[in-house]
Structures are given as C-alpha cells and as structure tokens.
C-alpha cells in the first residue's frame, strides 16, 4: 500500500513526483504505457491525475468504483503549500491577466511565484519553496479535480464555450470554472466579468468587485482611463498591449495589487512598461507594406473576435485549426465589417469557408506554407495580416507556442526584414 498513484507522466506528473520525492512519500507515477497501473491504483489511498486526462478516461471510474480519492496536480501541489494564492481563470486572457499580476505583485513584495496552466506546474514551485505567494492561471481541467484549493485572491475573466472534446457539455465547463473559487470565503477577494450572467453566479463567499457592468467599481471610460471607484488606476493610451480586452486585463492586475498593498504609482510602471507575451496578438512589424501580427495562442472564436476588434481594418485573416465543435457564427457581423479575404487552414477550413464563405472570399489551404504562398500573390499595402487561429494547434501542431514559432519563420522567410512602421 502506498500512498498516491500519479496518472500522467508529462510536465505536471513528473513535477507531482518530484513533489512527493522530496518530501519522502511513497507513490507511483504511471500512464496507459502501464499495463500494470489497474493493479497500481488498488494499492493507493489517493489517485493524482495530470490536467490532459479528461473524466471519461478508464482512471477516474475505477478510482470511483473503488472509493478511491481522485484529485489534480494542482489540488496536491496546494495541500503542501504554506502560503497565498491567487488564481486567475476564463475562456481567454488568463495567460496575460496572470503575467500582469505576478510582474505587478513581485515588483513590491517577496517571494512571488507564477505558474499552473502557464507552463510551470504547481507542484513544481512547492518542490522548490512551498511558501510565499503562488500567482495561477487555473484551467476548466484543473478546477474540476479540486476539493479543497482556496485562493486568497482571484480573477473570472470571461466565459465562453471551449474544450467541449473534454468536457461533457458547457455546464461541466463551467462547473470546473466554479470549482477554483467555491472555497473562498469572506475575507477574500473575488475580480467578476459582470457582462456575463455566468460568471457572476459564479458560487464564491468572497468579497467581489466588477468589472463590464453598470454597477461595477472598475470602470473603463470611453477615453481609455480606468478607474476603480473613484480612484483613476492607469490610462490606457500609455498601455502598450492592443486591444480593450487587454485593459480589462490590466486592470485586474491593477486591482489585485491594491489588495496586496503594491503602491499605485509600481502598479502604472509595469502596466505601462510591459509588451506581451509571444504568440499574443504580437506585433511582428510592416511587410509589404502591411501591418503584421501573430496571435497563435487565440485558440477560441471568442479570442478571434477580441483579435478582430483590436486591429485595424481592412484585414487578411489567417485562421483554422484542430475543430473542438466551436461555433464561429456569431463572427459574421465582424468578419463583414473587417475582414477583406480570408485565409483558412487546419482541420476545420471547411467549416470555416460554410461559415464566412458568403460574405468574403474565404480560400482553403493545407497548411501555413500554402497560406503564405498565397499571401504573397495578394496586394497587401495598407493592410493587416492577422494570424488568430481561432482554435487549437493540435491537428497539425503540438502546442500554439509551435504554431507560432512556425508562423514567424514564414514570415522571414516568404517577406524578410520587416519595414519601418509602427503598430498602433
């Protein structure tokens, strides 16, 4: 008999190992690669699943037909942390929303520490430290196996429908967003999209604060300030990220720096200062007298349509990708006033031309050499080449960071150094 059974051996199943080793606890650490892991799992009291395996697999029934407990990499990674949490989830943003708190929280205050869905498992900084202040971008995957993670503090960024190859239909998604906040309590502190009746449900004894709504206390006014209350928190015109979705993230991590005591004039220094992730409607520069940016890691159609409203028209889409059941018809009256031809590539192309076909011309390619084959022929001066997928990399690539990487080296290759010119 032992005590855990780590199913998963990527990134988060070794870094839970590395956990438990540390700390001298008996485990095993298996996968389907494992005939033996049925008779592995009679043997242990708790059952750690790694965030890719999705409910339907074989491990979580037997773990509930044996009265095994069931729970995540992040779940154990908390239950061995002696610090704070703040955790940041939603459809989309997550990765930058968390990048600005953790940059804006550790410009004042020891021991900060970033991870979860960004790249760095959990389980990995406790290995390290285990105390201080955990920034998280939390996924729909890891809430679900959650019992009892509490954040201190935490963000619900939007909501909007994904991963249904995962998940059974859109309320279990949403339940495993729920999952990361209905331990809070009272004392903590809750950051609510309040245009979305979903996610202002969302089940949480927190104290909440608003934002995109009528009574809310952030406030985003037509000239680009933002404010919470009456307290001006930065001006957006010196943000250097595109796009109002981005001062929305901006202004989460503004806030969650109040609540840690990070003064007001460090908050506006690195909003102002910092420029993005890679691969996040990332601004490559003028080619061919067209303005270039890559946005791979828009892996939704509600990431598309932010990408969409952020960038000048008229635009040449490139998108496509792995198809997870999305539906991208409530883009049409987007794609009509800003798309001017459109570029689709991927698994689900075809579904892609069905859905726009009739409002711009929409050419199926293979892959992103035909696509840059053809962005060639096209006249692009006084243009916008937008690459946002709109959906996940996994049909032809093994992550969007790939794809991305890949989108640039096109670039270069199909149009050379890019040309004077800004962004903006």
């Known amino acids: 008999m032992f005590r855990y059974l780590i199913f998963g051996k990527g990134r988060s199943g070794r870094a839970a190992s590395l956990l438990l080793s540390k700390r001298g606890i008996p485990h ?23 965030p890719g395996i999705p409910p339907r697999h074989a491990v979580f029934k037997l773990a509930s037909l044996l009265k095994k407990e069931l729970i995540g990499e992040t779940e154990l990674a908390y239950r061995f942390w002696r610090g704070s949490v703040v955790a940041v989830t939603g459809t989309d943003g997550k990765s930058t929303a968390t990048r600005l708190a953790y940059l804006v929280l550790s410009s004042t205050l020891p021991s900060v520490f970033e991870g979860g869905n960004t790249g760095v498992p959990f389980s990995e900084l406790v290995a390290k430290g285990g105390s201080g202040l955990a920034v998280l971008e939390v996924s729909s995957f890891q809430g679900y196996t959650l019992r009892f993670f509490r954040p201190q503090a935490g963000a619900f960024l939007n909501f909007a429908p994904d991963h249904l190859d995962w998940h059974t239909d859109l309320d279990d998604y949403l339940r495993g967003k729920y999952r990361i906040f209905h331990r809070q309590r009272p004392g903590d502190l809750l950051i609510l999209n309040g245009s979305d009746e979903r996610v202002l449900e969302t089940p949480s004894a927190a104290r909440k604060v608003l934002f995109d709504h009528p009574a809310g206390e952030v406030r985003i006014r037509p000239d680009g300030r933002v404010y919470l209350g009456d307290l001006l928190l930065f001006e957006g015109r010196k943000v250097k990220l595109k796009g109002a979705h981005n001062l929305r993230n901006a202004a989460v991590a503004a806030v969650l720096g109040l609540e840690f005591g990070v003064p007001l004039k460090r908050i506006r220094e690195v909003l102002y200062s910092f420029e993005g992730l890679p691969y996040r409607l990332q601004y490559l520069g003028r080619f061919a007298g067209a303005r270039f940016y890559n946005d791979s890691k828009s892996t939704t159609p509600n990431a598309l349509r932010a990408a969409l409203e952020a960038v000048e028209g008229p635009v040449v889409l490139v998108f496509g990708g792995k198809d997870k059941g999305a539906d991208f018809s409530p883009l049409r009256g987007l794609f009509k006033r800003k798309v001017w031809r459109a570029l689709a590539f991927g698994e689900n192309a075809p579904k892609l031309k069905e859905t726009f076909g009739d409002l711009v011309e929409v050419k199926v390619l293979k892959n992103l050499e035909e696509v840059f084959g053809e962005l060639r022929k096209l006249p692009l001066e006084g243009k916008t080449v937008l690459f946002s997928p709109g959906a996940a990399s996994f049909d032809l690539y093994s992550s969007y960071a790939e794809r991305g990487e890949h989108f640039n080296r096109l670039v270069e290759e199909f149009f050379g150094r890019p040309s004077r010119g800004g962004g903006t």
């Open 28 to 50: 095993r650490l298996v996968d389907d690669g494992d005939p033996l892991w049925r008779s592995e799992l009679r043997k242990a009291q708790t059952v750690v699943v790694s």
